[in-house]
């Protein structure tokens, strides 16, 4: 496995070697994965927008984060992801109208992106 942090015989060492190996998933600068941390809205929105990339399926959705007041605070490399996942809309922001690219998201709001990312992969 590319990452010091992944055990070969962990149970999702093999999606982790297929999502590295396609580019989908891609870990830290200091060479770890971090399994055990939770994953944030941006993290999320990289993941699903290389995800459909890999399928072709992304399309040239170029949507604008200039509406939401905490869009600054997306990290660059997930700039384009999460415009993405706004324009076709797979991420949503929250009840206060923030983005929040840094929160948390919870199994359930995991379960919901995929929800949309299938319903938008299908249509």
Same mark, same amino acid.
């Given at each position: 496995?590319?990452?010091?942090? !992944?055990? $070969?015989?962990?149970?999702?060492?093999?999606? !982790? %070697?297929? &999502? $590295?190996?396609?580019?989908?998933?891609? /870990?830290?600068?200091? &060479?770890?994965?971090?399994? &055990?941390?939770?994953? =944030? %809205?941006?993290e999320m929105?990289?993941?699903?927008? %290389?995800?459909? $990339?890999?399928?072709?399926?992304?399309? *040239?959705?170029?949507?604008?984060? $200039?509406?939401?007041?905490?869009?600054?605070?997306?990290?660059?490399? #997930?700039?384009? #992801?999460?415009?993405?996942? !706004? *324009? !076709? /809309?797979?991420?949503? &922001?929250?009840?206060?109208g923030t983005?929040d690219p840094?929160? =948390?998201?919870?199994? #359930?709001?995991?379960?919901?992106?995929? =929800?949309?990312?299938? *319903?938008?992969?299908?249509?």
């Amino acid at each position: 496995l590319p990452y010091d942090d !992944v055990a $070969s015989d962990a149970y999702y060492a093999d999606a !982790v %070697r297929w &999502g $590295s190996a396609n580019g989908i998933v891609q /870990g830290y600068g200091d &060479g770890t994965y971090r399994p &055990g941390q939770p994953v =944030t %809205r941006e993290e999320m929105a990289a993941i699903l927008f %290389r995800y459909a $990339s890999w399928l072709g399926k992304a399309g *040239d959705a170029q949507g604008d984060l $200039s509406a939401w007041p905490d869009a600054a605070a997306a990290e660059s490399y #997930a700039r384009e #992801a999460m415009a993405w996942a !706004v *324009d !076709v /809309g797979v991420l949503q &922001g929250r009840a206060d109208g923030t983005l929040d690219p840094g929160g =948390t998201a919870t199994r #359930a709001q995991t379960a919901v992106l995929l =929800t949309r990312l299938w *319903d938008y992969l299908e249509a």
